[in-house]
C-alpha cells in the first residue's frame, strides 16, 4: 500500500511568510507525529496526534507553530511569521497505534523548507 | 526526560567488512525501548532495528545487530558484510509512551 505521503516536497519561502505543510498518513494509522530535522541534527519531536486530537504539543519550539488533524487522517503543520531559523527539513511519521509499547513509526519523505 | 549522544559524527567501513556505531542514553522512563533508524539520501527514515528494554537478549535482524549494555546505558549497532546500500546516515534513539528522541546520527560510508 502507499507510504506516508508530505507535500510539497521542497518550500522556499520570504521572512515573515506563513507557510502550511501538508501530511498524508498511511490508511488505517490512528497515530501521526511531527518532526523537524536541522541541518546537522537529529530529529526533534514537534508534536503527536492520537485520532483528532493532540496528547503531547510539548516539543512545539513557539506559538508561531501550530498543527492540525481533520478525520484522523490528513495533518497540516502551519508555521506563521516564518524565520531563517525555521529552515529546516519537516518530517512526518505514522504508526497504527500509540503509546504503551513499541509501534513502528513510518517516515514520509520530509518536506524542506527554507526561509530566505 | 530522554537524552541520546552519538558521539561519532562520521565512520567509513570497506565492503564486506563489519563495522560497529556506538550510542549511549539516558532516560528517566522505566518503560522505554532503543532503535535504530537509517536515513538514506532520499530522506527516508528506515527502522533498521530496535529492542524493548525490558528484554535482555541482543535483537538481530538479519546483517544487523545490537549489543544492549542495560546498566552502562549502551545501544551499539553492528553491521556484518557491510554494502555499499548501508551507506546512510544512522540514528539511535529511545521511545517512551509515544515519544521518540532521537541522537544527532554518524554518517556511514562505505568503500567499494
Known amino acids: 500500500g502507499a507510504g506516508v505521503s508530505q507535500s510539497p516536497s521542497n518550500k522556499v519561502t520570504e521572512k515573515g511568510k506563513d507557510v502550511e505543510l501538508r501530511c498524508d498518513p498511511i490508511?488505517?494509522?490512528?497515530?501521526l507525529y511531527w518532526y523537524r530535522q536541522s541541518l546537522g541534527q537529529g530529529l526533534e519531536f514537534l508534536i503527536y496526534f492520537q485520532g483528532n486530537s493532540a496528547p503531547d504539543k510539548s516539543g512545539l519550539p513557539s506559538d508561531r507553530f501550530s498543527a492540525e488533524r481533520t478525520g484522523g487522517s490528513v495533518s497540516t503543520l502551519t508555521i506563521q511569521r516564518t524565520q531563517q531559523e525555521d529552515s529546516a527539513v519537516y518530517l512526518c511519521a505514522s504508526s497504527q497505534l500509540a503509546g504503551g509499547p513499541f509501534h513502528e513509526q513510518y517516515f514520509g519523505p520530509g518536506t524542506r523548507l527554507t526561509v530566505t | 526526560a530522554q537524552t541520546v549522544t552519538q558521539s561519532q559524527p562520521e565512520m567509513s567501513v570497506q565492503e564486506a567488512e563489519t563495522v560497529t556505531l556506538s550510542c549511549t542514553y539516558d532516560t528517566s522512563e522505566s518503560d522505554y525501548y532503543l532503535f535504530w533508524y537509517k536515513q538514506p539520501p532520499s530522506r527516508q527514515m528506515i527502522l533498521v532495528i530496535r529492542q524493548e528494554a525490558y528484554k535482555q537478549q541482543n535483537a538481530t535482524e538479519n546483517r544487523f545487530s545490537v549489543n544492549f549494555q542495560k546498566a552502562a546505558k549502551s545501544f551499539s549497532l553492528k553491521i556484518s558484510d557491510s554494502q555499499l546500500g548501508d551507506a546512510a546516515m544512522y540514528f539511535c534513539g529511545t521511545g517512551a509512551n509515544s515519544k521518540l528522541t532521537f541522537g544527532k546520527g554518524i554518517t556511514l560510508s562505505v568503500r567499494p
Open positions: 490508511s488505517g494509522h490512528t497515530a
